[in-house]
C-alpha cells in the first residue's frame, strides 16, 4: 500500500507539473522544459527529470514550430547556432547524467537564477546583422553546454532570438526551432551517457497529455491575462525555484 500510495504521489506531481508547465507555455510560447525542471529538480536528479521532460517538450516544440509558415528561413539563418546547440549539449552531457553530482542542481539554479534575472529587469539588446555569422554558432554551442549541464535551454538561447529583431511570430517559430534541436541533443547526450534509452519512455509519455493540456489551456486564455504581470510572476516564481536549488548544496 504504501508503494501504491507513493507511485500515486509522483504520478499526480509530474501530472501537475507538466499541466503548468504546458500553460506557461501556451501564454508565453516559452518556458515547459525550465518550469519542468525547476520542480521537478526538486524531487530527483536532474538527469531523471531531464528524461521526464524529453516527449513533452520535443511535441509541443514541434506544435509550436510548424504552426508558421517561416521554418525554411529560419533554418537556412539559424542553422549554425543549431549545430552549435548539438555539439554543447552531446559534449556536455556527462555532467547532468552524473559527472557533476549535486554540482549539476547547483547548475540548474544557476541557470534558472540567471534566466529570471533577466526576465525580471527585461535585458535587451540587439544583434548586428555583420555580427551574426560568427555569433550564432558561439551562442548555440554555449546555450548547448548550458542544456547539458543542467537540462534547461533558454540561456543563452532566448535573449539572442529576441535580439535578431525578428517579427512576432517568426521569433515564437525561432524559439520552436531552438527548443526542439535542443530536445533531440539532450535526448542523444542522455542516451550517449547511458541515463537514457527508449525503454525509459513510458513517465515521459505519461507527461505529454498533461503538458498539451495545459498548452491549450494557456493558448485560450492568452490574450485574456496580462502577458506583462504574468511574465513577472513567472520570473519570480523562477527565482525561488532558483535560489532554493543552489542553496540545497550547502544545507
Not at 47 to 69: C, D, H, K, R
Request: aromatic share 10%; with cysteine; hydrophobic share 60%.
Amino acid at each position: 500500500m504504501p508503494m501504491i500510495s507513493s507511485f500515486a504521489m509522483r504520478a499526480g506531481v509530474v501530472a501537475v507539473t507538466f499541466v503548468v508547465a504546458g500553460f506557461v507555455k501556451g501564454v508565453t510560447g516559452m518556458g515547459l522544459p525550465t518550469v519542468a525542471m525547476g520542480v521537478l529538480g526538486t524531487l530527483m536528479l536532474p538527469a531523471q527529470a531531464a528524461a521526464m521532460l524529453l516527449l513533452p517538450s520535443f511535441i509541443t516544440n514541434v506544435w509550436q514550430l510548424v504552426a508558421g509558415p517561416s521554418v525554411r528561413m529560419l533554418v537556412r539563418r539559424l542553422w549554425p547556432m543549431m549545430l552549435g546547440i548539438v555539439a554543447g549539449t552531446v559534449g556536455a552531457a556527462s555532467f547532468i547524467a552524473g559527472g557533476g553530482g549535486e554540482w549539476a542542481v547547483v547548475g540548474l539554479g544557476a541557470a534558472l537564477t540567471l534566466y529570471a534575472v533577466a526576465g525580471l529587469l527585461a535585458w535587451r539588446f540587439s544583434v548586428p546583422a555583420r555580427h551574426e555569422r560568427w555569433l550564432s554558432p558561439a551562442i548555440g554551442a554555449v546555450t548547448g553546454v548550458v542544456t547539458g549541464g543542467t537540462g534547461v535551454f533558454v540561456v543563452p538561447a532566448v535573449p539572442y532570438l529576441q535580439g535578431l529583431a525578428l517579427k512576432k511570430e517568426d521569433l515564437v517559430q525561432a524559439l520552436g526551432l531552438s527548443f526542439t534541436v535542443s530536445t533531440i541533443a539532450l535526448a542523444i547526450g542522455l542516451a550517449r551517457e547511458h541515463a537514457f534509452a527508449p525503454g525509459d519512455l513510458g513517465e515521459s509519455f505519461f507527461a505529454v497529455v498533461p503538458a498539451l493540456f495545459g498548452m491549450w489551456l494557456g493558448q485560450r486564455v492568452r490574450g485574456r491575462i496580462g502577458a506583462q504581470t504574468f511574465r513577472r510572476w513567472f520570473f519570480i516564481c523562477l527565482l525561488g525555484l532558483g535560489i532554493q536549488l543552489m542553496a540545497r548544496a550547502f544545507v
